[in-house]
């Protein structure tokens, strides 16, 4: 998390890095030999900001609006969003997306199948509210470009698109599921448990044998 955000400070402005930097004095090794010196997680970052500076389609991608705010109202309940980089010409936004390796196969539970991170991470309903936010304010349907880099030595980079359909059918998804998300944040209902999320682990009591067949679905 903190590594991401001194990534996308380095990529908002000068100013903002330093604002991170001056925060955030712990990213640098206090003891030792290397002392003074970012650890190793945040050379890992800056590693993968010279990679995605030293391509200059990227660079050329990567102008606009930084890090602004988007605000609305989706199936009647508030919204917000940060773009990192709001083209001018408002045909795109970008979004910085960090993961261990772009190619590698992960599980997607929402499709009970293989697939790539970004769909593991659900980065496609995020990236289908901020369209959604973007049309409101601007009028526009912008198309969302994940610029995605890996945390591999070297870095590897692409930026990568979302197809329509994939964006329009996690905002019908957003707005069908939302009434029970929120009924169950204002206390109208009880949450089902999904034994899997951090809640669920750290309060688990087992309440039936599982088959094997059941571990891997
Ligand atoms: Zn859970």
Known sequence: MLVGNYLHSHFE???AHEAFLAEH???MASTGKTKGQLKKPYQVADAMIDTLEGDPEVMALYQGQKELIVTGQIGGVDWMGKLDCFADNH???ADLKTTQDIYKRMWVDDNRSWGSFIEAYRYPLQMAVYQELVRQNY???SAPLIVAVSKQDPPDHEIVSIPQDLLDYWLNKVIELQPRIEAVKNGEVEPKRCERCEYCRA???VSKIVSLYDLVS
Do not use: L
């Open 25 to 27: 004095p712990e990213i």
């Open 203 to 205: 309060t688990k009591r």
């Open 91 to 93: 045909k795109y936004f």
């Open 13 to 15: 402005s000068p100013a």
């Open 139 to 141: 009028g526009t349907r």
